[in-house]
């Protein structure tokens, strides 16, 4: 049996993170998961990100479904704001084809003015660009751009997570927006179009309910230390982002229940269990970090959340067990 990583799908995320490793040699300040620039005289500071769909759409292509794809781009730049606990204010996108295919565009359009209306941002404008000869007839490909706010030094920054914390899992939607050249790698196309309702599933957009919370528990204390999006590099890669020196995070694999569809790419795509917990969210989208006192309050408060592991004095980085 043929085993499918995501490597030999075409991506390979040790180069990506090489890239950011020699960019923040010259660029101290990239690589978290929003960009933050303080605003002289005002206690605030602008944050920013920005992000695509993916081959997500190569499945909108096949399936002739275009009305979701735009609430995907729009979570995959709110959900990093909400990261560093930003709120979201506005959002341009970027439209880019061969040939515009209006009736597909006004869709796609709708769906990123759905997941501004889900997020509380504002669609403040955009850019339509047509190529002829670039793309294939009937493509498009998706960009997007969000900025938030925070109050200076209410940052969420991971810079507190301590031994003992917990780490809360927030249920995905499905595969959200990563993962999909594995995702294309192991199913063919008429798969791809049986499981097309799965695979379109938009990202859930976190923003509204994770707020609630940094209101609710970071008020007087800051209980919730970490925030991590659940994306490319998944549970590793993203939540050693976060993590302070000589810390380290446990995810207990058993503490929640895989949805069927990420099994089954597994199994039919004989994946190690290493690349596809660093490629797919398996049904975890958002992880917080929180401390121990506040742990069960902040599991409740969310629908679906389950303690999925803790944190450990160690070599920095993430385990699963």
């Not at 990123?112 to 209306?117: D, Q, T, V």
């Not at 998706?142 to 706010?149: D, E, P, R």
């Amino acid at each position: 049996m043929v085993t499918i990583t995501y490597k030999k799908a075409g991506v390979n995320i040790d180069a990506g993170n090489e890239l950011v490793k020699r960019l923040k040699k010259k660029l101290p300040k990239i690589g978290g998961f929003g960009g933050l620039f303080p605003v002289d005289g005002t206690k605030y500071n602008l944050v920013s990100s920005t992000d695509g769909v993916g081959t997500k759409l190569k499945i909108a292509f096949l399936a002739n479904k275009h009305d979701t794809v735009g609430i995907d781009l729009v979570a995959m730049n709110v959900n990093d704001l909400i990261c560093v606990g930003a709120k979201p204010l506005f959002f341009l996108d970027y439209f880019a084809c061969g040939k515009l295919d209006v009736g597909h565009a006004e869709q796609v359009i709708e769906g990123i003015a759905k997941g501004c209306e889900l997020s509380g941002s504002q669609l403040i404008g955009g850019e339509t660009a047509e190529m002829p000869g670039f793309y294939k007839d009937g493509e498009y490909d998706l960009a997007g751009f969000s900025v938030g706010i925070i109050e200076k030094g209410k940052e969420i920054n991971g810079s507190k997570i301590k031994p003992g914390d917990v780490v809360i899992g927030l249920p995905s939607s499905g595969p959200h927006s990563n993962g999909y050249s594995l995702i294309r790698k192991v199913f063919s196309d008429v798969e791809l179009k049986k499981y097309s309702k799965q695979l379109l599933a938009p990202t859930k957009i976190y923003v509204k309910e994770v707020l609630a919370a940094i209101t609710k528990f970071n008020s007087k204390k800051q209980n919730i230390a970490g925030i991590a999006h659940i994306t490319g590099g998944s549970f590793y890669d993203k939540i050693e982002r976060i993590l302070p020196d000589n810390v380290r995070v446990v995810i207990e694999k058993s503490s929640w229940k895989v949805p069927e569809i990420f099994k089954f790419v597994q199994e039919k795509g004989s994946v190690p269990k290493e690349d596809i917990y660093r490629t797919l969210n398996m049904g975890i989208g958002m992880v917080l970090i929180v401390s121990p006192d506040a742990a069960l309050q902040i599991k409740k408060f969310f629908k679906g959340a389950k303690a999925i592991g803790y944190v450990k004095k160690g070599e920095k980085g993430v385990e699963l067990i």
